[in-house]
């Protein structure tokens, strides 16, 4: 099977997750520098602001990087024209399923690795042509399904000829090595990217994170069917209220409009969307991006390493 740094041209295999409206040019074009991919997220953003985003990451990096397309977004033609216009070397998408736009990027030499979570939709976009597929499971920040991740990759693994990726609830050696025992041959990190030295969100955001425990993420919005991983604040109080009085959806969605930009470039912390994976708990400090890739990938072939010394019962020894 085709080996992930083929696809996306990159030193290690490893993905920035995208981060709607937190990962810009300076963000992806670290993570690209470091040796991964790098990826600007176009949800939530104008074609315009995408284009100038593309030319800027060019003019910071040599190196191949991707962006996302957020498929609930309602520009998303019009981003996929300017993907299309500016030849990027990958494209990933979330939220939906990417079907009916592979045939148009793959004519423009993009490669094309959707996020999904659930194996059926792994098989309809390997059949419609994805490169790869990135399994995102529930433990990742922002919009999810209900799929662990330790039960998805296997189970993708072995229903599509493509790669799969592993995403949600990987920041460190530790779990990328884990990816790789279920199956998966590269990750995708998005948490422990967001505290990059390089990610322009707001300084609170990355203190929050960082200060963060295993139990301090929630889901919010199962009841009206778009779940979002996010920390606990204020605002998740006030939605969980509702969800659980059933209030409808718009209601509900009312009281979330432009949070995520409150808490990414104001800094909202008590009342804006703090969207982080439940590994928040595992980051612990602000570095450079290409030293969190480095740090990583020695962890992981550390462990590798050692693993004459795991016994077969499963006892150290
Ligand atoms: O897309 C993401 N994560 C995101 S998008 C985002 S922007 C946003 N802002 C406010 C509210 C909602 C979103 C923040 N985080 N991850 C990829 C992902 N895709 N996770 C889950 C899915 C998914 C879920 C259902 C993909 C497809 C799907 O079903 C589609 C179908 O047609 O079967």
């Known amino acids: 099977m085709i080996n992930i740094c083929e696809i996306t041209g990159t030193e290690y295999p490893i993905i920035q997750g995208a981060m709607a409206r937190i990962a810009d040019c300076h963000l992806a074009a670290a993570v690209s520098n ?10 939530g953003r104008s074609a315009d602001w995408l284009r100038e985003e593309i030319v800027k990451t060019r003019e910071m990096t040599e190196k191949p990087f991707g962006v996302n397309i957020m498929l609930l977004a309602d520009n998303v033609d019009e981003l996929i024209d300017v993907v299309c216009e ?8 979330g939220a939906g399923n990417p079907g009916k736009y592979i045939p148009r990027l793959k004519e423009n030499g993009i490669k094309v690795i959707p996020v999904v979570a659930s194996v059926a939709l792994a098989k309809r976009v390997a059949r419609a042509g994805a490169d790869a597929v990135i399994a995102e499971g529930t433990e990742a920040g922002g919009h999810i399904g209900e799929t662990a991740t330790m039960a998805m990759i296997p189970q993708m693994a072995d229903a599509v000829d493509i790669p799969v990726i592993a995403a949600g609830g990987i920041a460190d050696g530790r779990g990328v090595a884990a990816s790789y025992m279920l ?8 948490t422990r990217f967001l505290v990059a030295e390089e990610c322009t969100v707001a300084q609170s955001y990355k203190d929050l994170v960082i200060k963060a425990k295993d139990t301090d993420t929630v ?3 199962r009841s009206t069917g778009h779940p979002v991983r996010v920390i ?3 605002l998740t109080r006030q939605v969980l209220a509702l969800e659980k009085q059933n209030a409808d959806e718009e209601e509900i969605n009312a009281l979330c409009i432009g949070k995520l930009a409150a808490a990414v470039e104001d800094g909202d912390m008590e009342y804006g969307s703090v969207m982080s994976g439940q590994v928040a708990g595992l980051v612990k400090k602000q570095q450079p991006a290409a030293e969190i890739i480095r740090e990583m990938f020695a962890e992981m072939e550390e462990i590798y390493e050692d693993r004459n010394s795991i016994c077969r019962s499963g006892r150290t020894v």
């Open 34 to 43: 470091g040796g991964g991919l790098g990826i600007i997220a176009a949800g």
């Open 86 to 93: 500016e030849k990027v070397s990958v494209v990933t998408t």
């Open 183 to 190: 199956g998966a041959k590269g990750v995708q990190i998005g």
């Open 219 to 221: 889901a919010t919005g």
């Open 232 to 234: 606990k604040n204020k």
